[in-house]
């Protein structure tokens, strides 16, 4: 089991899925770009957390039950977290994905790992070597590679709109989500508490989903719809979020932040895959910035 792994095996798990995570994450891409018309932003939400709660409780339920008292006693920390992981970072970027490009989604979420590699630092106390902040940077300039296309000067053209103000508030909130979960101490393993997340992320989503499907212009649900729930709450909500868990764990917040610098890269080509849009240059090229930027970026620092 993970928990009876040593220091070195977790270590090296970590790495691993610090670079598969992101490639779970660019299923949500595919999600949220096919949900408009099919299923509603919050109830899709609901659905995902609601099946990836379930699931998760039934594996742990020994020890959710073992720890029941101090879970209550957190119970606030959870309903927090919920929120801006599961209410914010879901059902909002589903909101947002309805009117707002890939291009601009892509370009605002690409300064999450900014905001938390400074919240780590200056919140947290990591340590952050200038090998990994020149890692960062190449990363970033990969990234904005990618989702500008390989044209720079199309950065001055970005068209605003009330989606992108969503997506802003749930990068913002992913900062917050990711340095909360690293502050907050917890006797949980990881899975019993992303379990315990997602009940508080339920319970904050619950009212916004009814209100939502008493809406006259709410699509009927259909088995698209559960299609879709089923596979952001399996690959992006139970794979993806225990996954970077562990990760912040193991390898501190500040480094696994960077690794979303891939999923820009990976979510084009699961759109190349699956929806058939183009793979292009700037996709090599940005992959040649990135890839080295994230090894950089999630060495360890030295004294």
């Known amino acids: 089991m993970i928990s009876q792994a040593t220091p070195a095996s977790r270590h090296r798990l970590a790495l691993t899925l610090l670079w598969i995570t992101p490639a779970m994450w660019s ?3 595919i999600v949220a770009r096919m949900a408009p018309g099919v299923v509603a932003p919050h109830m899709l939400a609901l659905g995902r957390w609601a099946l990836a709660g ?6 742990t339920r020994k020890e959710l039950w073992r720890e029941r008292h101090s879970t209550l006693q957190a119970a606030w920390q959870y309903l927090v977290l919920g929120a801006l992981g599961m209410l ?23 300064a999450s790992p900014v905001l938390i590699a400074l919240g780590a630092v200056l919140w947290l106390d990591e340590r952050f070597s200038w090998r990994q902040g020149l890692g960062v940077l190449v ?17 001055a053209q970005v068209q605003w709109t009330a989606g992108d103000g969503w997506i802003v508030l749930a990068m913002i909130s992913w900062a917050g989500y990711a340095l909360l979960q690293k502050k907050w101490t917890s006797p949980l393993s990881g899975a019993a508490r992303l379990a315990a997340i997602c009940l508080g992320g339920v319970v904050v989503l619950l009212p916004f989903a009814v209100w939502e499907s008493l809406q006259s212009n709410t699509p009927p649900w259909s088995a698209q719809a559960t299609g879709l729930v089923v596979a952001a709450g399996l690959v992006p909500g139970i794979g993806a979020y225990w996954a970077y868990g562990f990760c912040q764990r193991v390898l501190g917040a500040s ?5 979303l610098y891939l999923c820009p890269l990976y979510g084009g080509l699961a759109a190349w895959v699956v929806l058939g849009e183009g793979m292009g240059w700037h996709h090599v090229m940005g992959a040649s910035l990135i890839l080295p930027g994230i090894y950089l970026a999630t060495r360890k620092a030295t004294a």
């Open 88 to 110: 914010v970072c879901g059902a909002w970027v589903y909101l947002g994905a309805q009117t707002t490009t890939a291009l601009n989604i892509s370009l605002i979420y690409a």
């Open 27 to 29: 299923v949500n891409y």
């Open 255 to 259: 480094r696994v932040a960077t690794s």
């Open 54 to 59: 379930l699931i998760l409780s039934m594996v």
């Open 139 to 155: 990363a970033m300039t990969g990234v904005f590679h990618v989702v500008v296309k390989g044209q720079w000067l199309s950065l």
